[in-house]
T-cell receptor
Framework: GNSVTQMEGPVTLSEEAFLTINCTYT??????LFWYVQYPGEGLQLLLK?????DKGSNKGFEATYRKETTSFHLEKGSVQVSDSAVYFC???????????FGQGTELSVKP | SAVISQKPSRDICQRGTSLTIQCQVD?????MFWYRQQPGQSLTLIAT?????????ESGFVIDKFPISRPNLTFSTLTVSNMSPEDSSIYLC??????????????FGPGTRLTVL
């Protein structure tokens, strides 16, 4: 079945450092891919998405490119801020009634 | 995007009791889902709430334990029945607007944090 694997956390970075959170997936067909973010004590917010191969999703300085050849959707940001501290979830949606399958989440902590 | 509210936002319950969580959306939506997030874990889909018919449950979840209602296109409830400490989790509802189509993002409610003693 479909699945999503993320790099384990927690990830601790200094402010203005470069961020990469790896995400790979297994799916039949052509899923859509998402990154969601969960700030402390809050619900999930959609950060970005890509619906087909080679699409790049971007938002708030974050980017991720849908790589079908490597079945990956790595999240990157060139310069993180303390306010980016949160848990990040990679997810996919295939042809299964629209439901989302989530990775295990990666906690990011950015220090000043 | 839709504005989604959940009630209660948190609750502490005794073992053996039941709790009903409400999810209200400010506009009509096609799809509504219920997820569970156990402490320190990712999200797991419990079921898809179908308007006017029985919910569609994922493997490992059953209607007797998690009865779901969806009387219209803006409202759904999830009941956690006969609770045990293992049910302590955050329960989230989500919505999307394209029936059965991927590529359309889901929007999440703020969640209900449940603690069972």
């Amino acid at each position: 079945g479909n699945s999503v694997t993320q790099m384990e956390g927690p990830v601790t970075l200094s402010e203005e450092a470069f961020l990469t959170i790896n995400c790979t997936y297994t799916a039949t067909g052509y899923p859509s891919l998402f990154w969601y973010v969960q700030y402390p004590g809050e619900g999930l917010q959609l950060l970005l998405k890509a619906t087909k191969a080679d699409d790049k999703g971007s938002n708030k300085g974050f980017e991720a490119t849908y790589r079908k050849e490597t079945t990956s959707f790595h999240l990157e940001k060139g310069s993180v801020q303390v306010s980016d501290s949160a848990v990040y979830f990679c997810a996919l949606s295939g042809n299964q009634g629209g439901k989302l399958i989530f990775g295990q989440g990666t906690e990011l902590s950015v220090k000043p | 995007s839709a504005v989604i509210s959940q009630k209660p936002s948190r609750d502490i319950c005794q073992r053996g009791t039941s709790l009903t969580i409400q999810c209200q959306v400010d506009s009509q939506v096609t799809m509504m889902f219920w997820y569970r997030q156990q402490p320190g874990q990712s999200l797991t889909l419990i079921a898809t709430a179908n308007q006017g018919s029985e919910a569609t449950y994922e493997s490992g979840f059953v209607i007797d334990k998690f009865p779901i209602s969806r009387p219209n296109l803006t409202f759904s409830t999830l009941t956690v029945s006969n609770m045990s400490p293992e049910d302590s989790s955050i329960y989230l509802c989500s919505v999307s607007n394209l029936a059965g189509k991927h590529g359309n993002e889901q929007f999440f409610g703020p969640g209900t944090r449940l603690t069972v003693l």
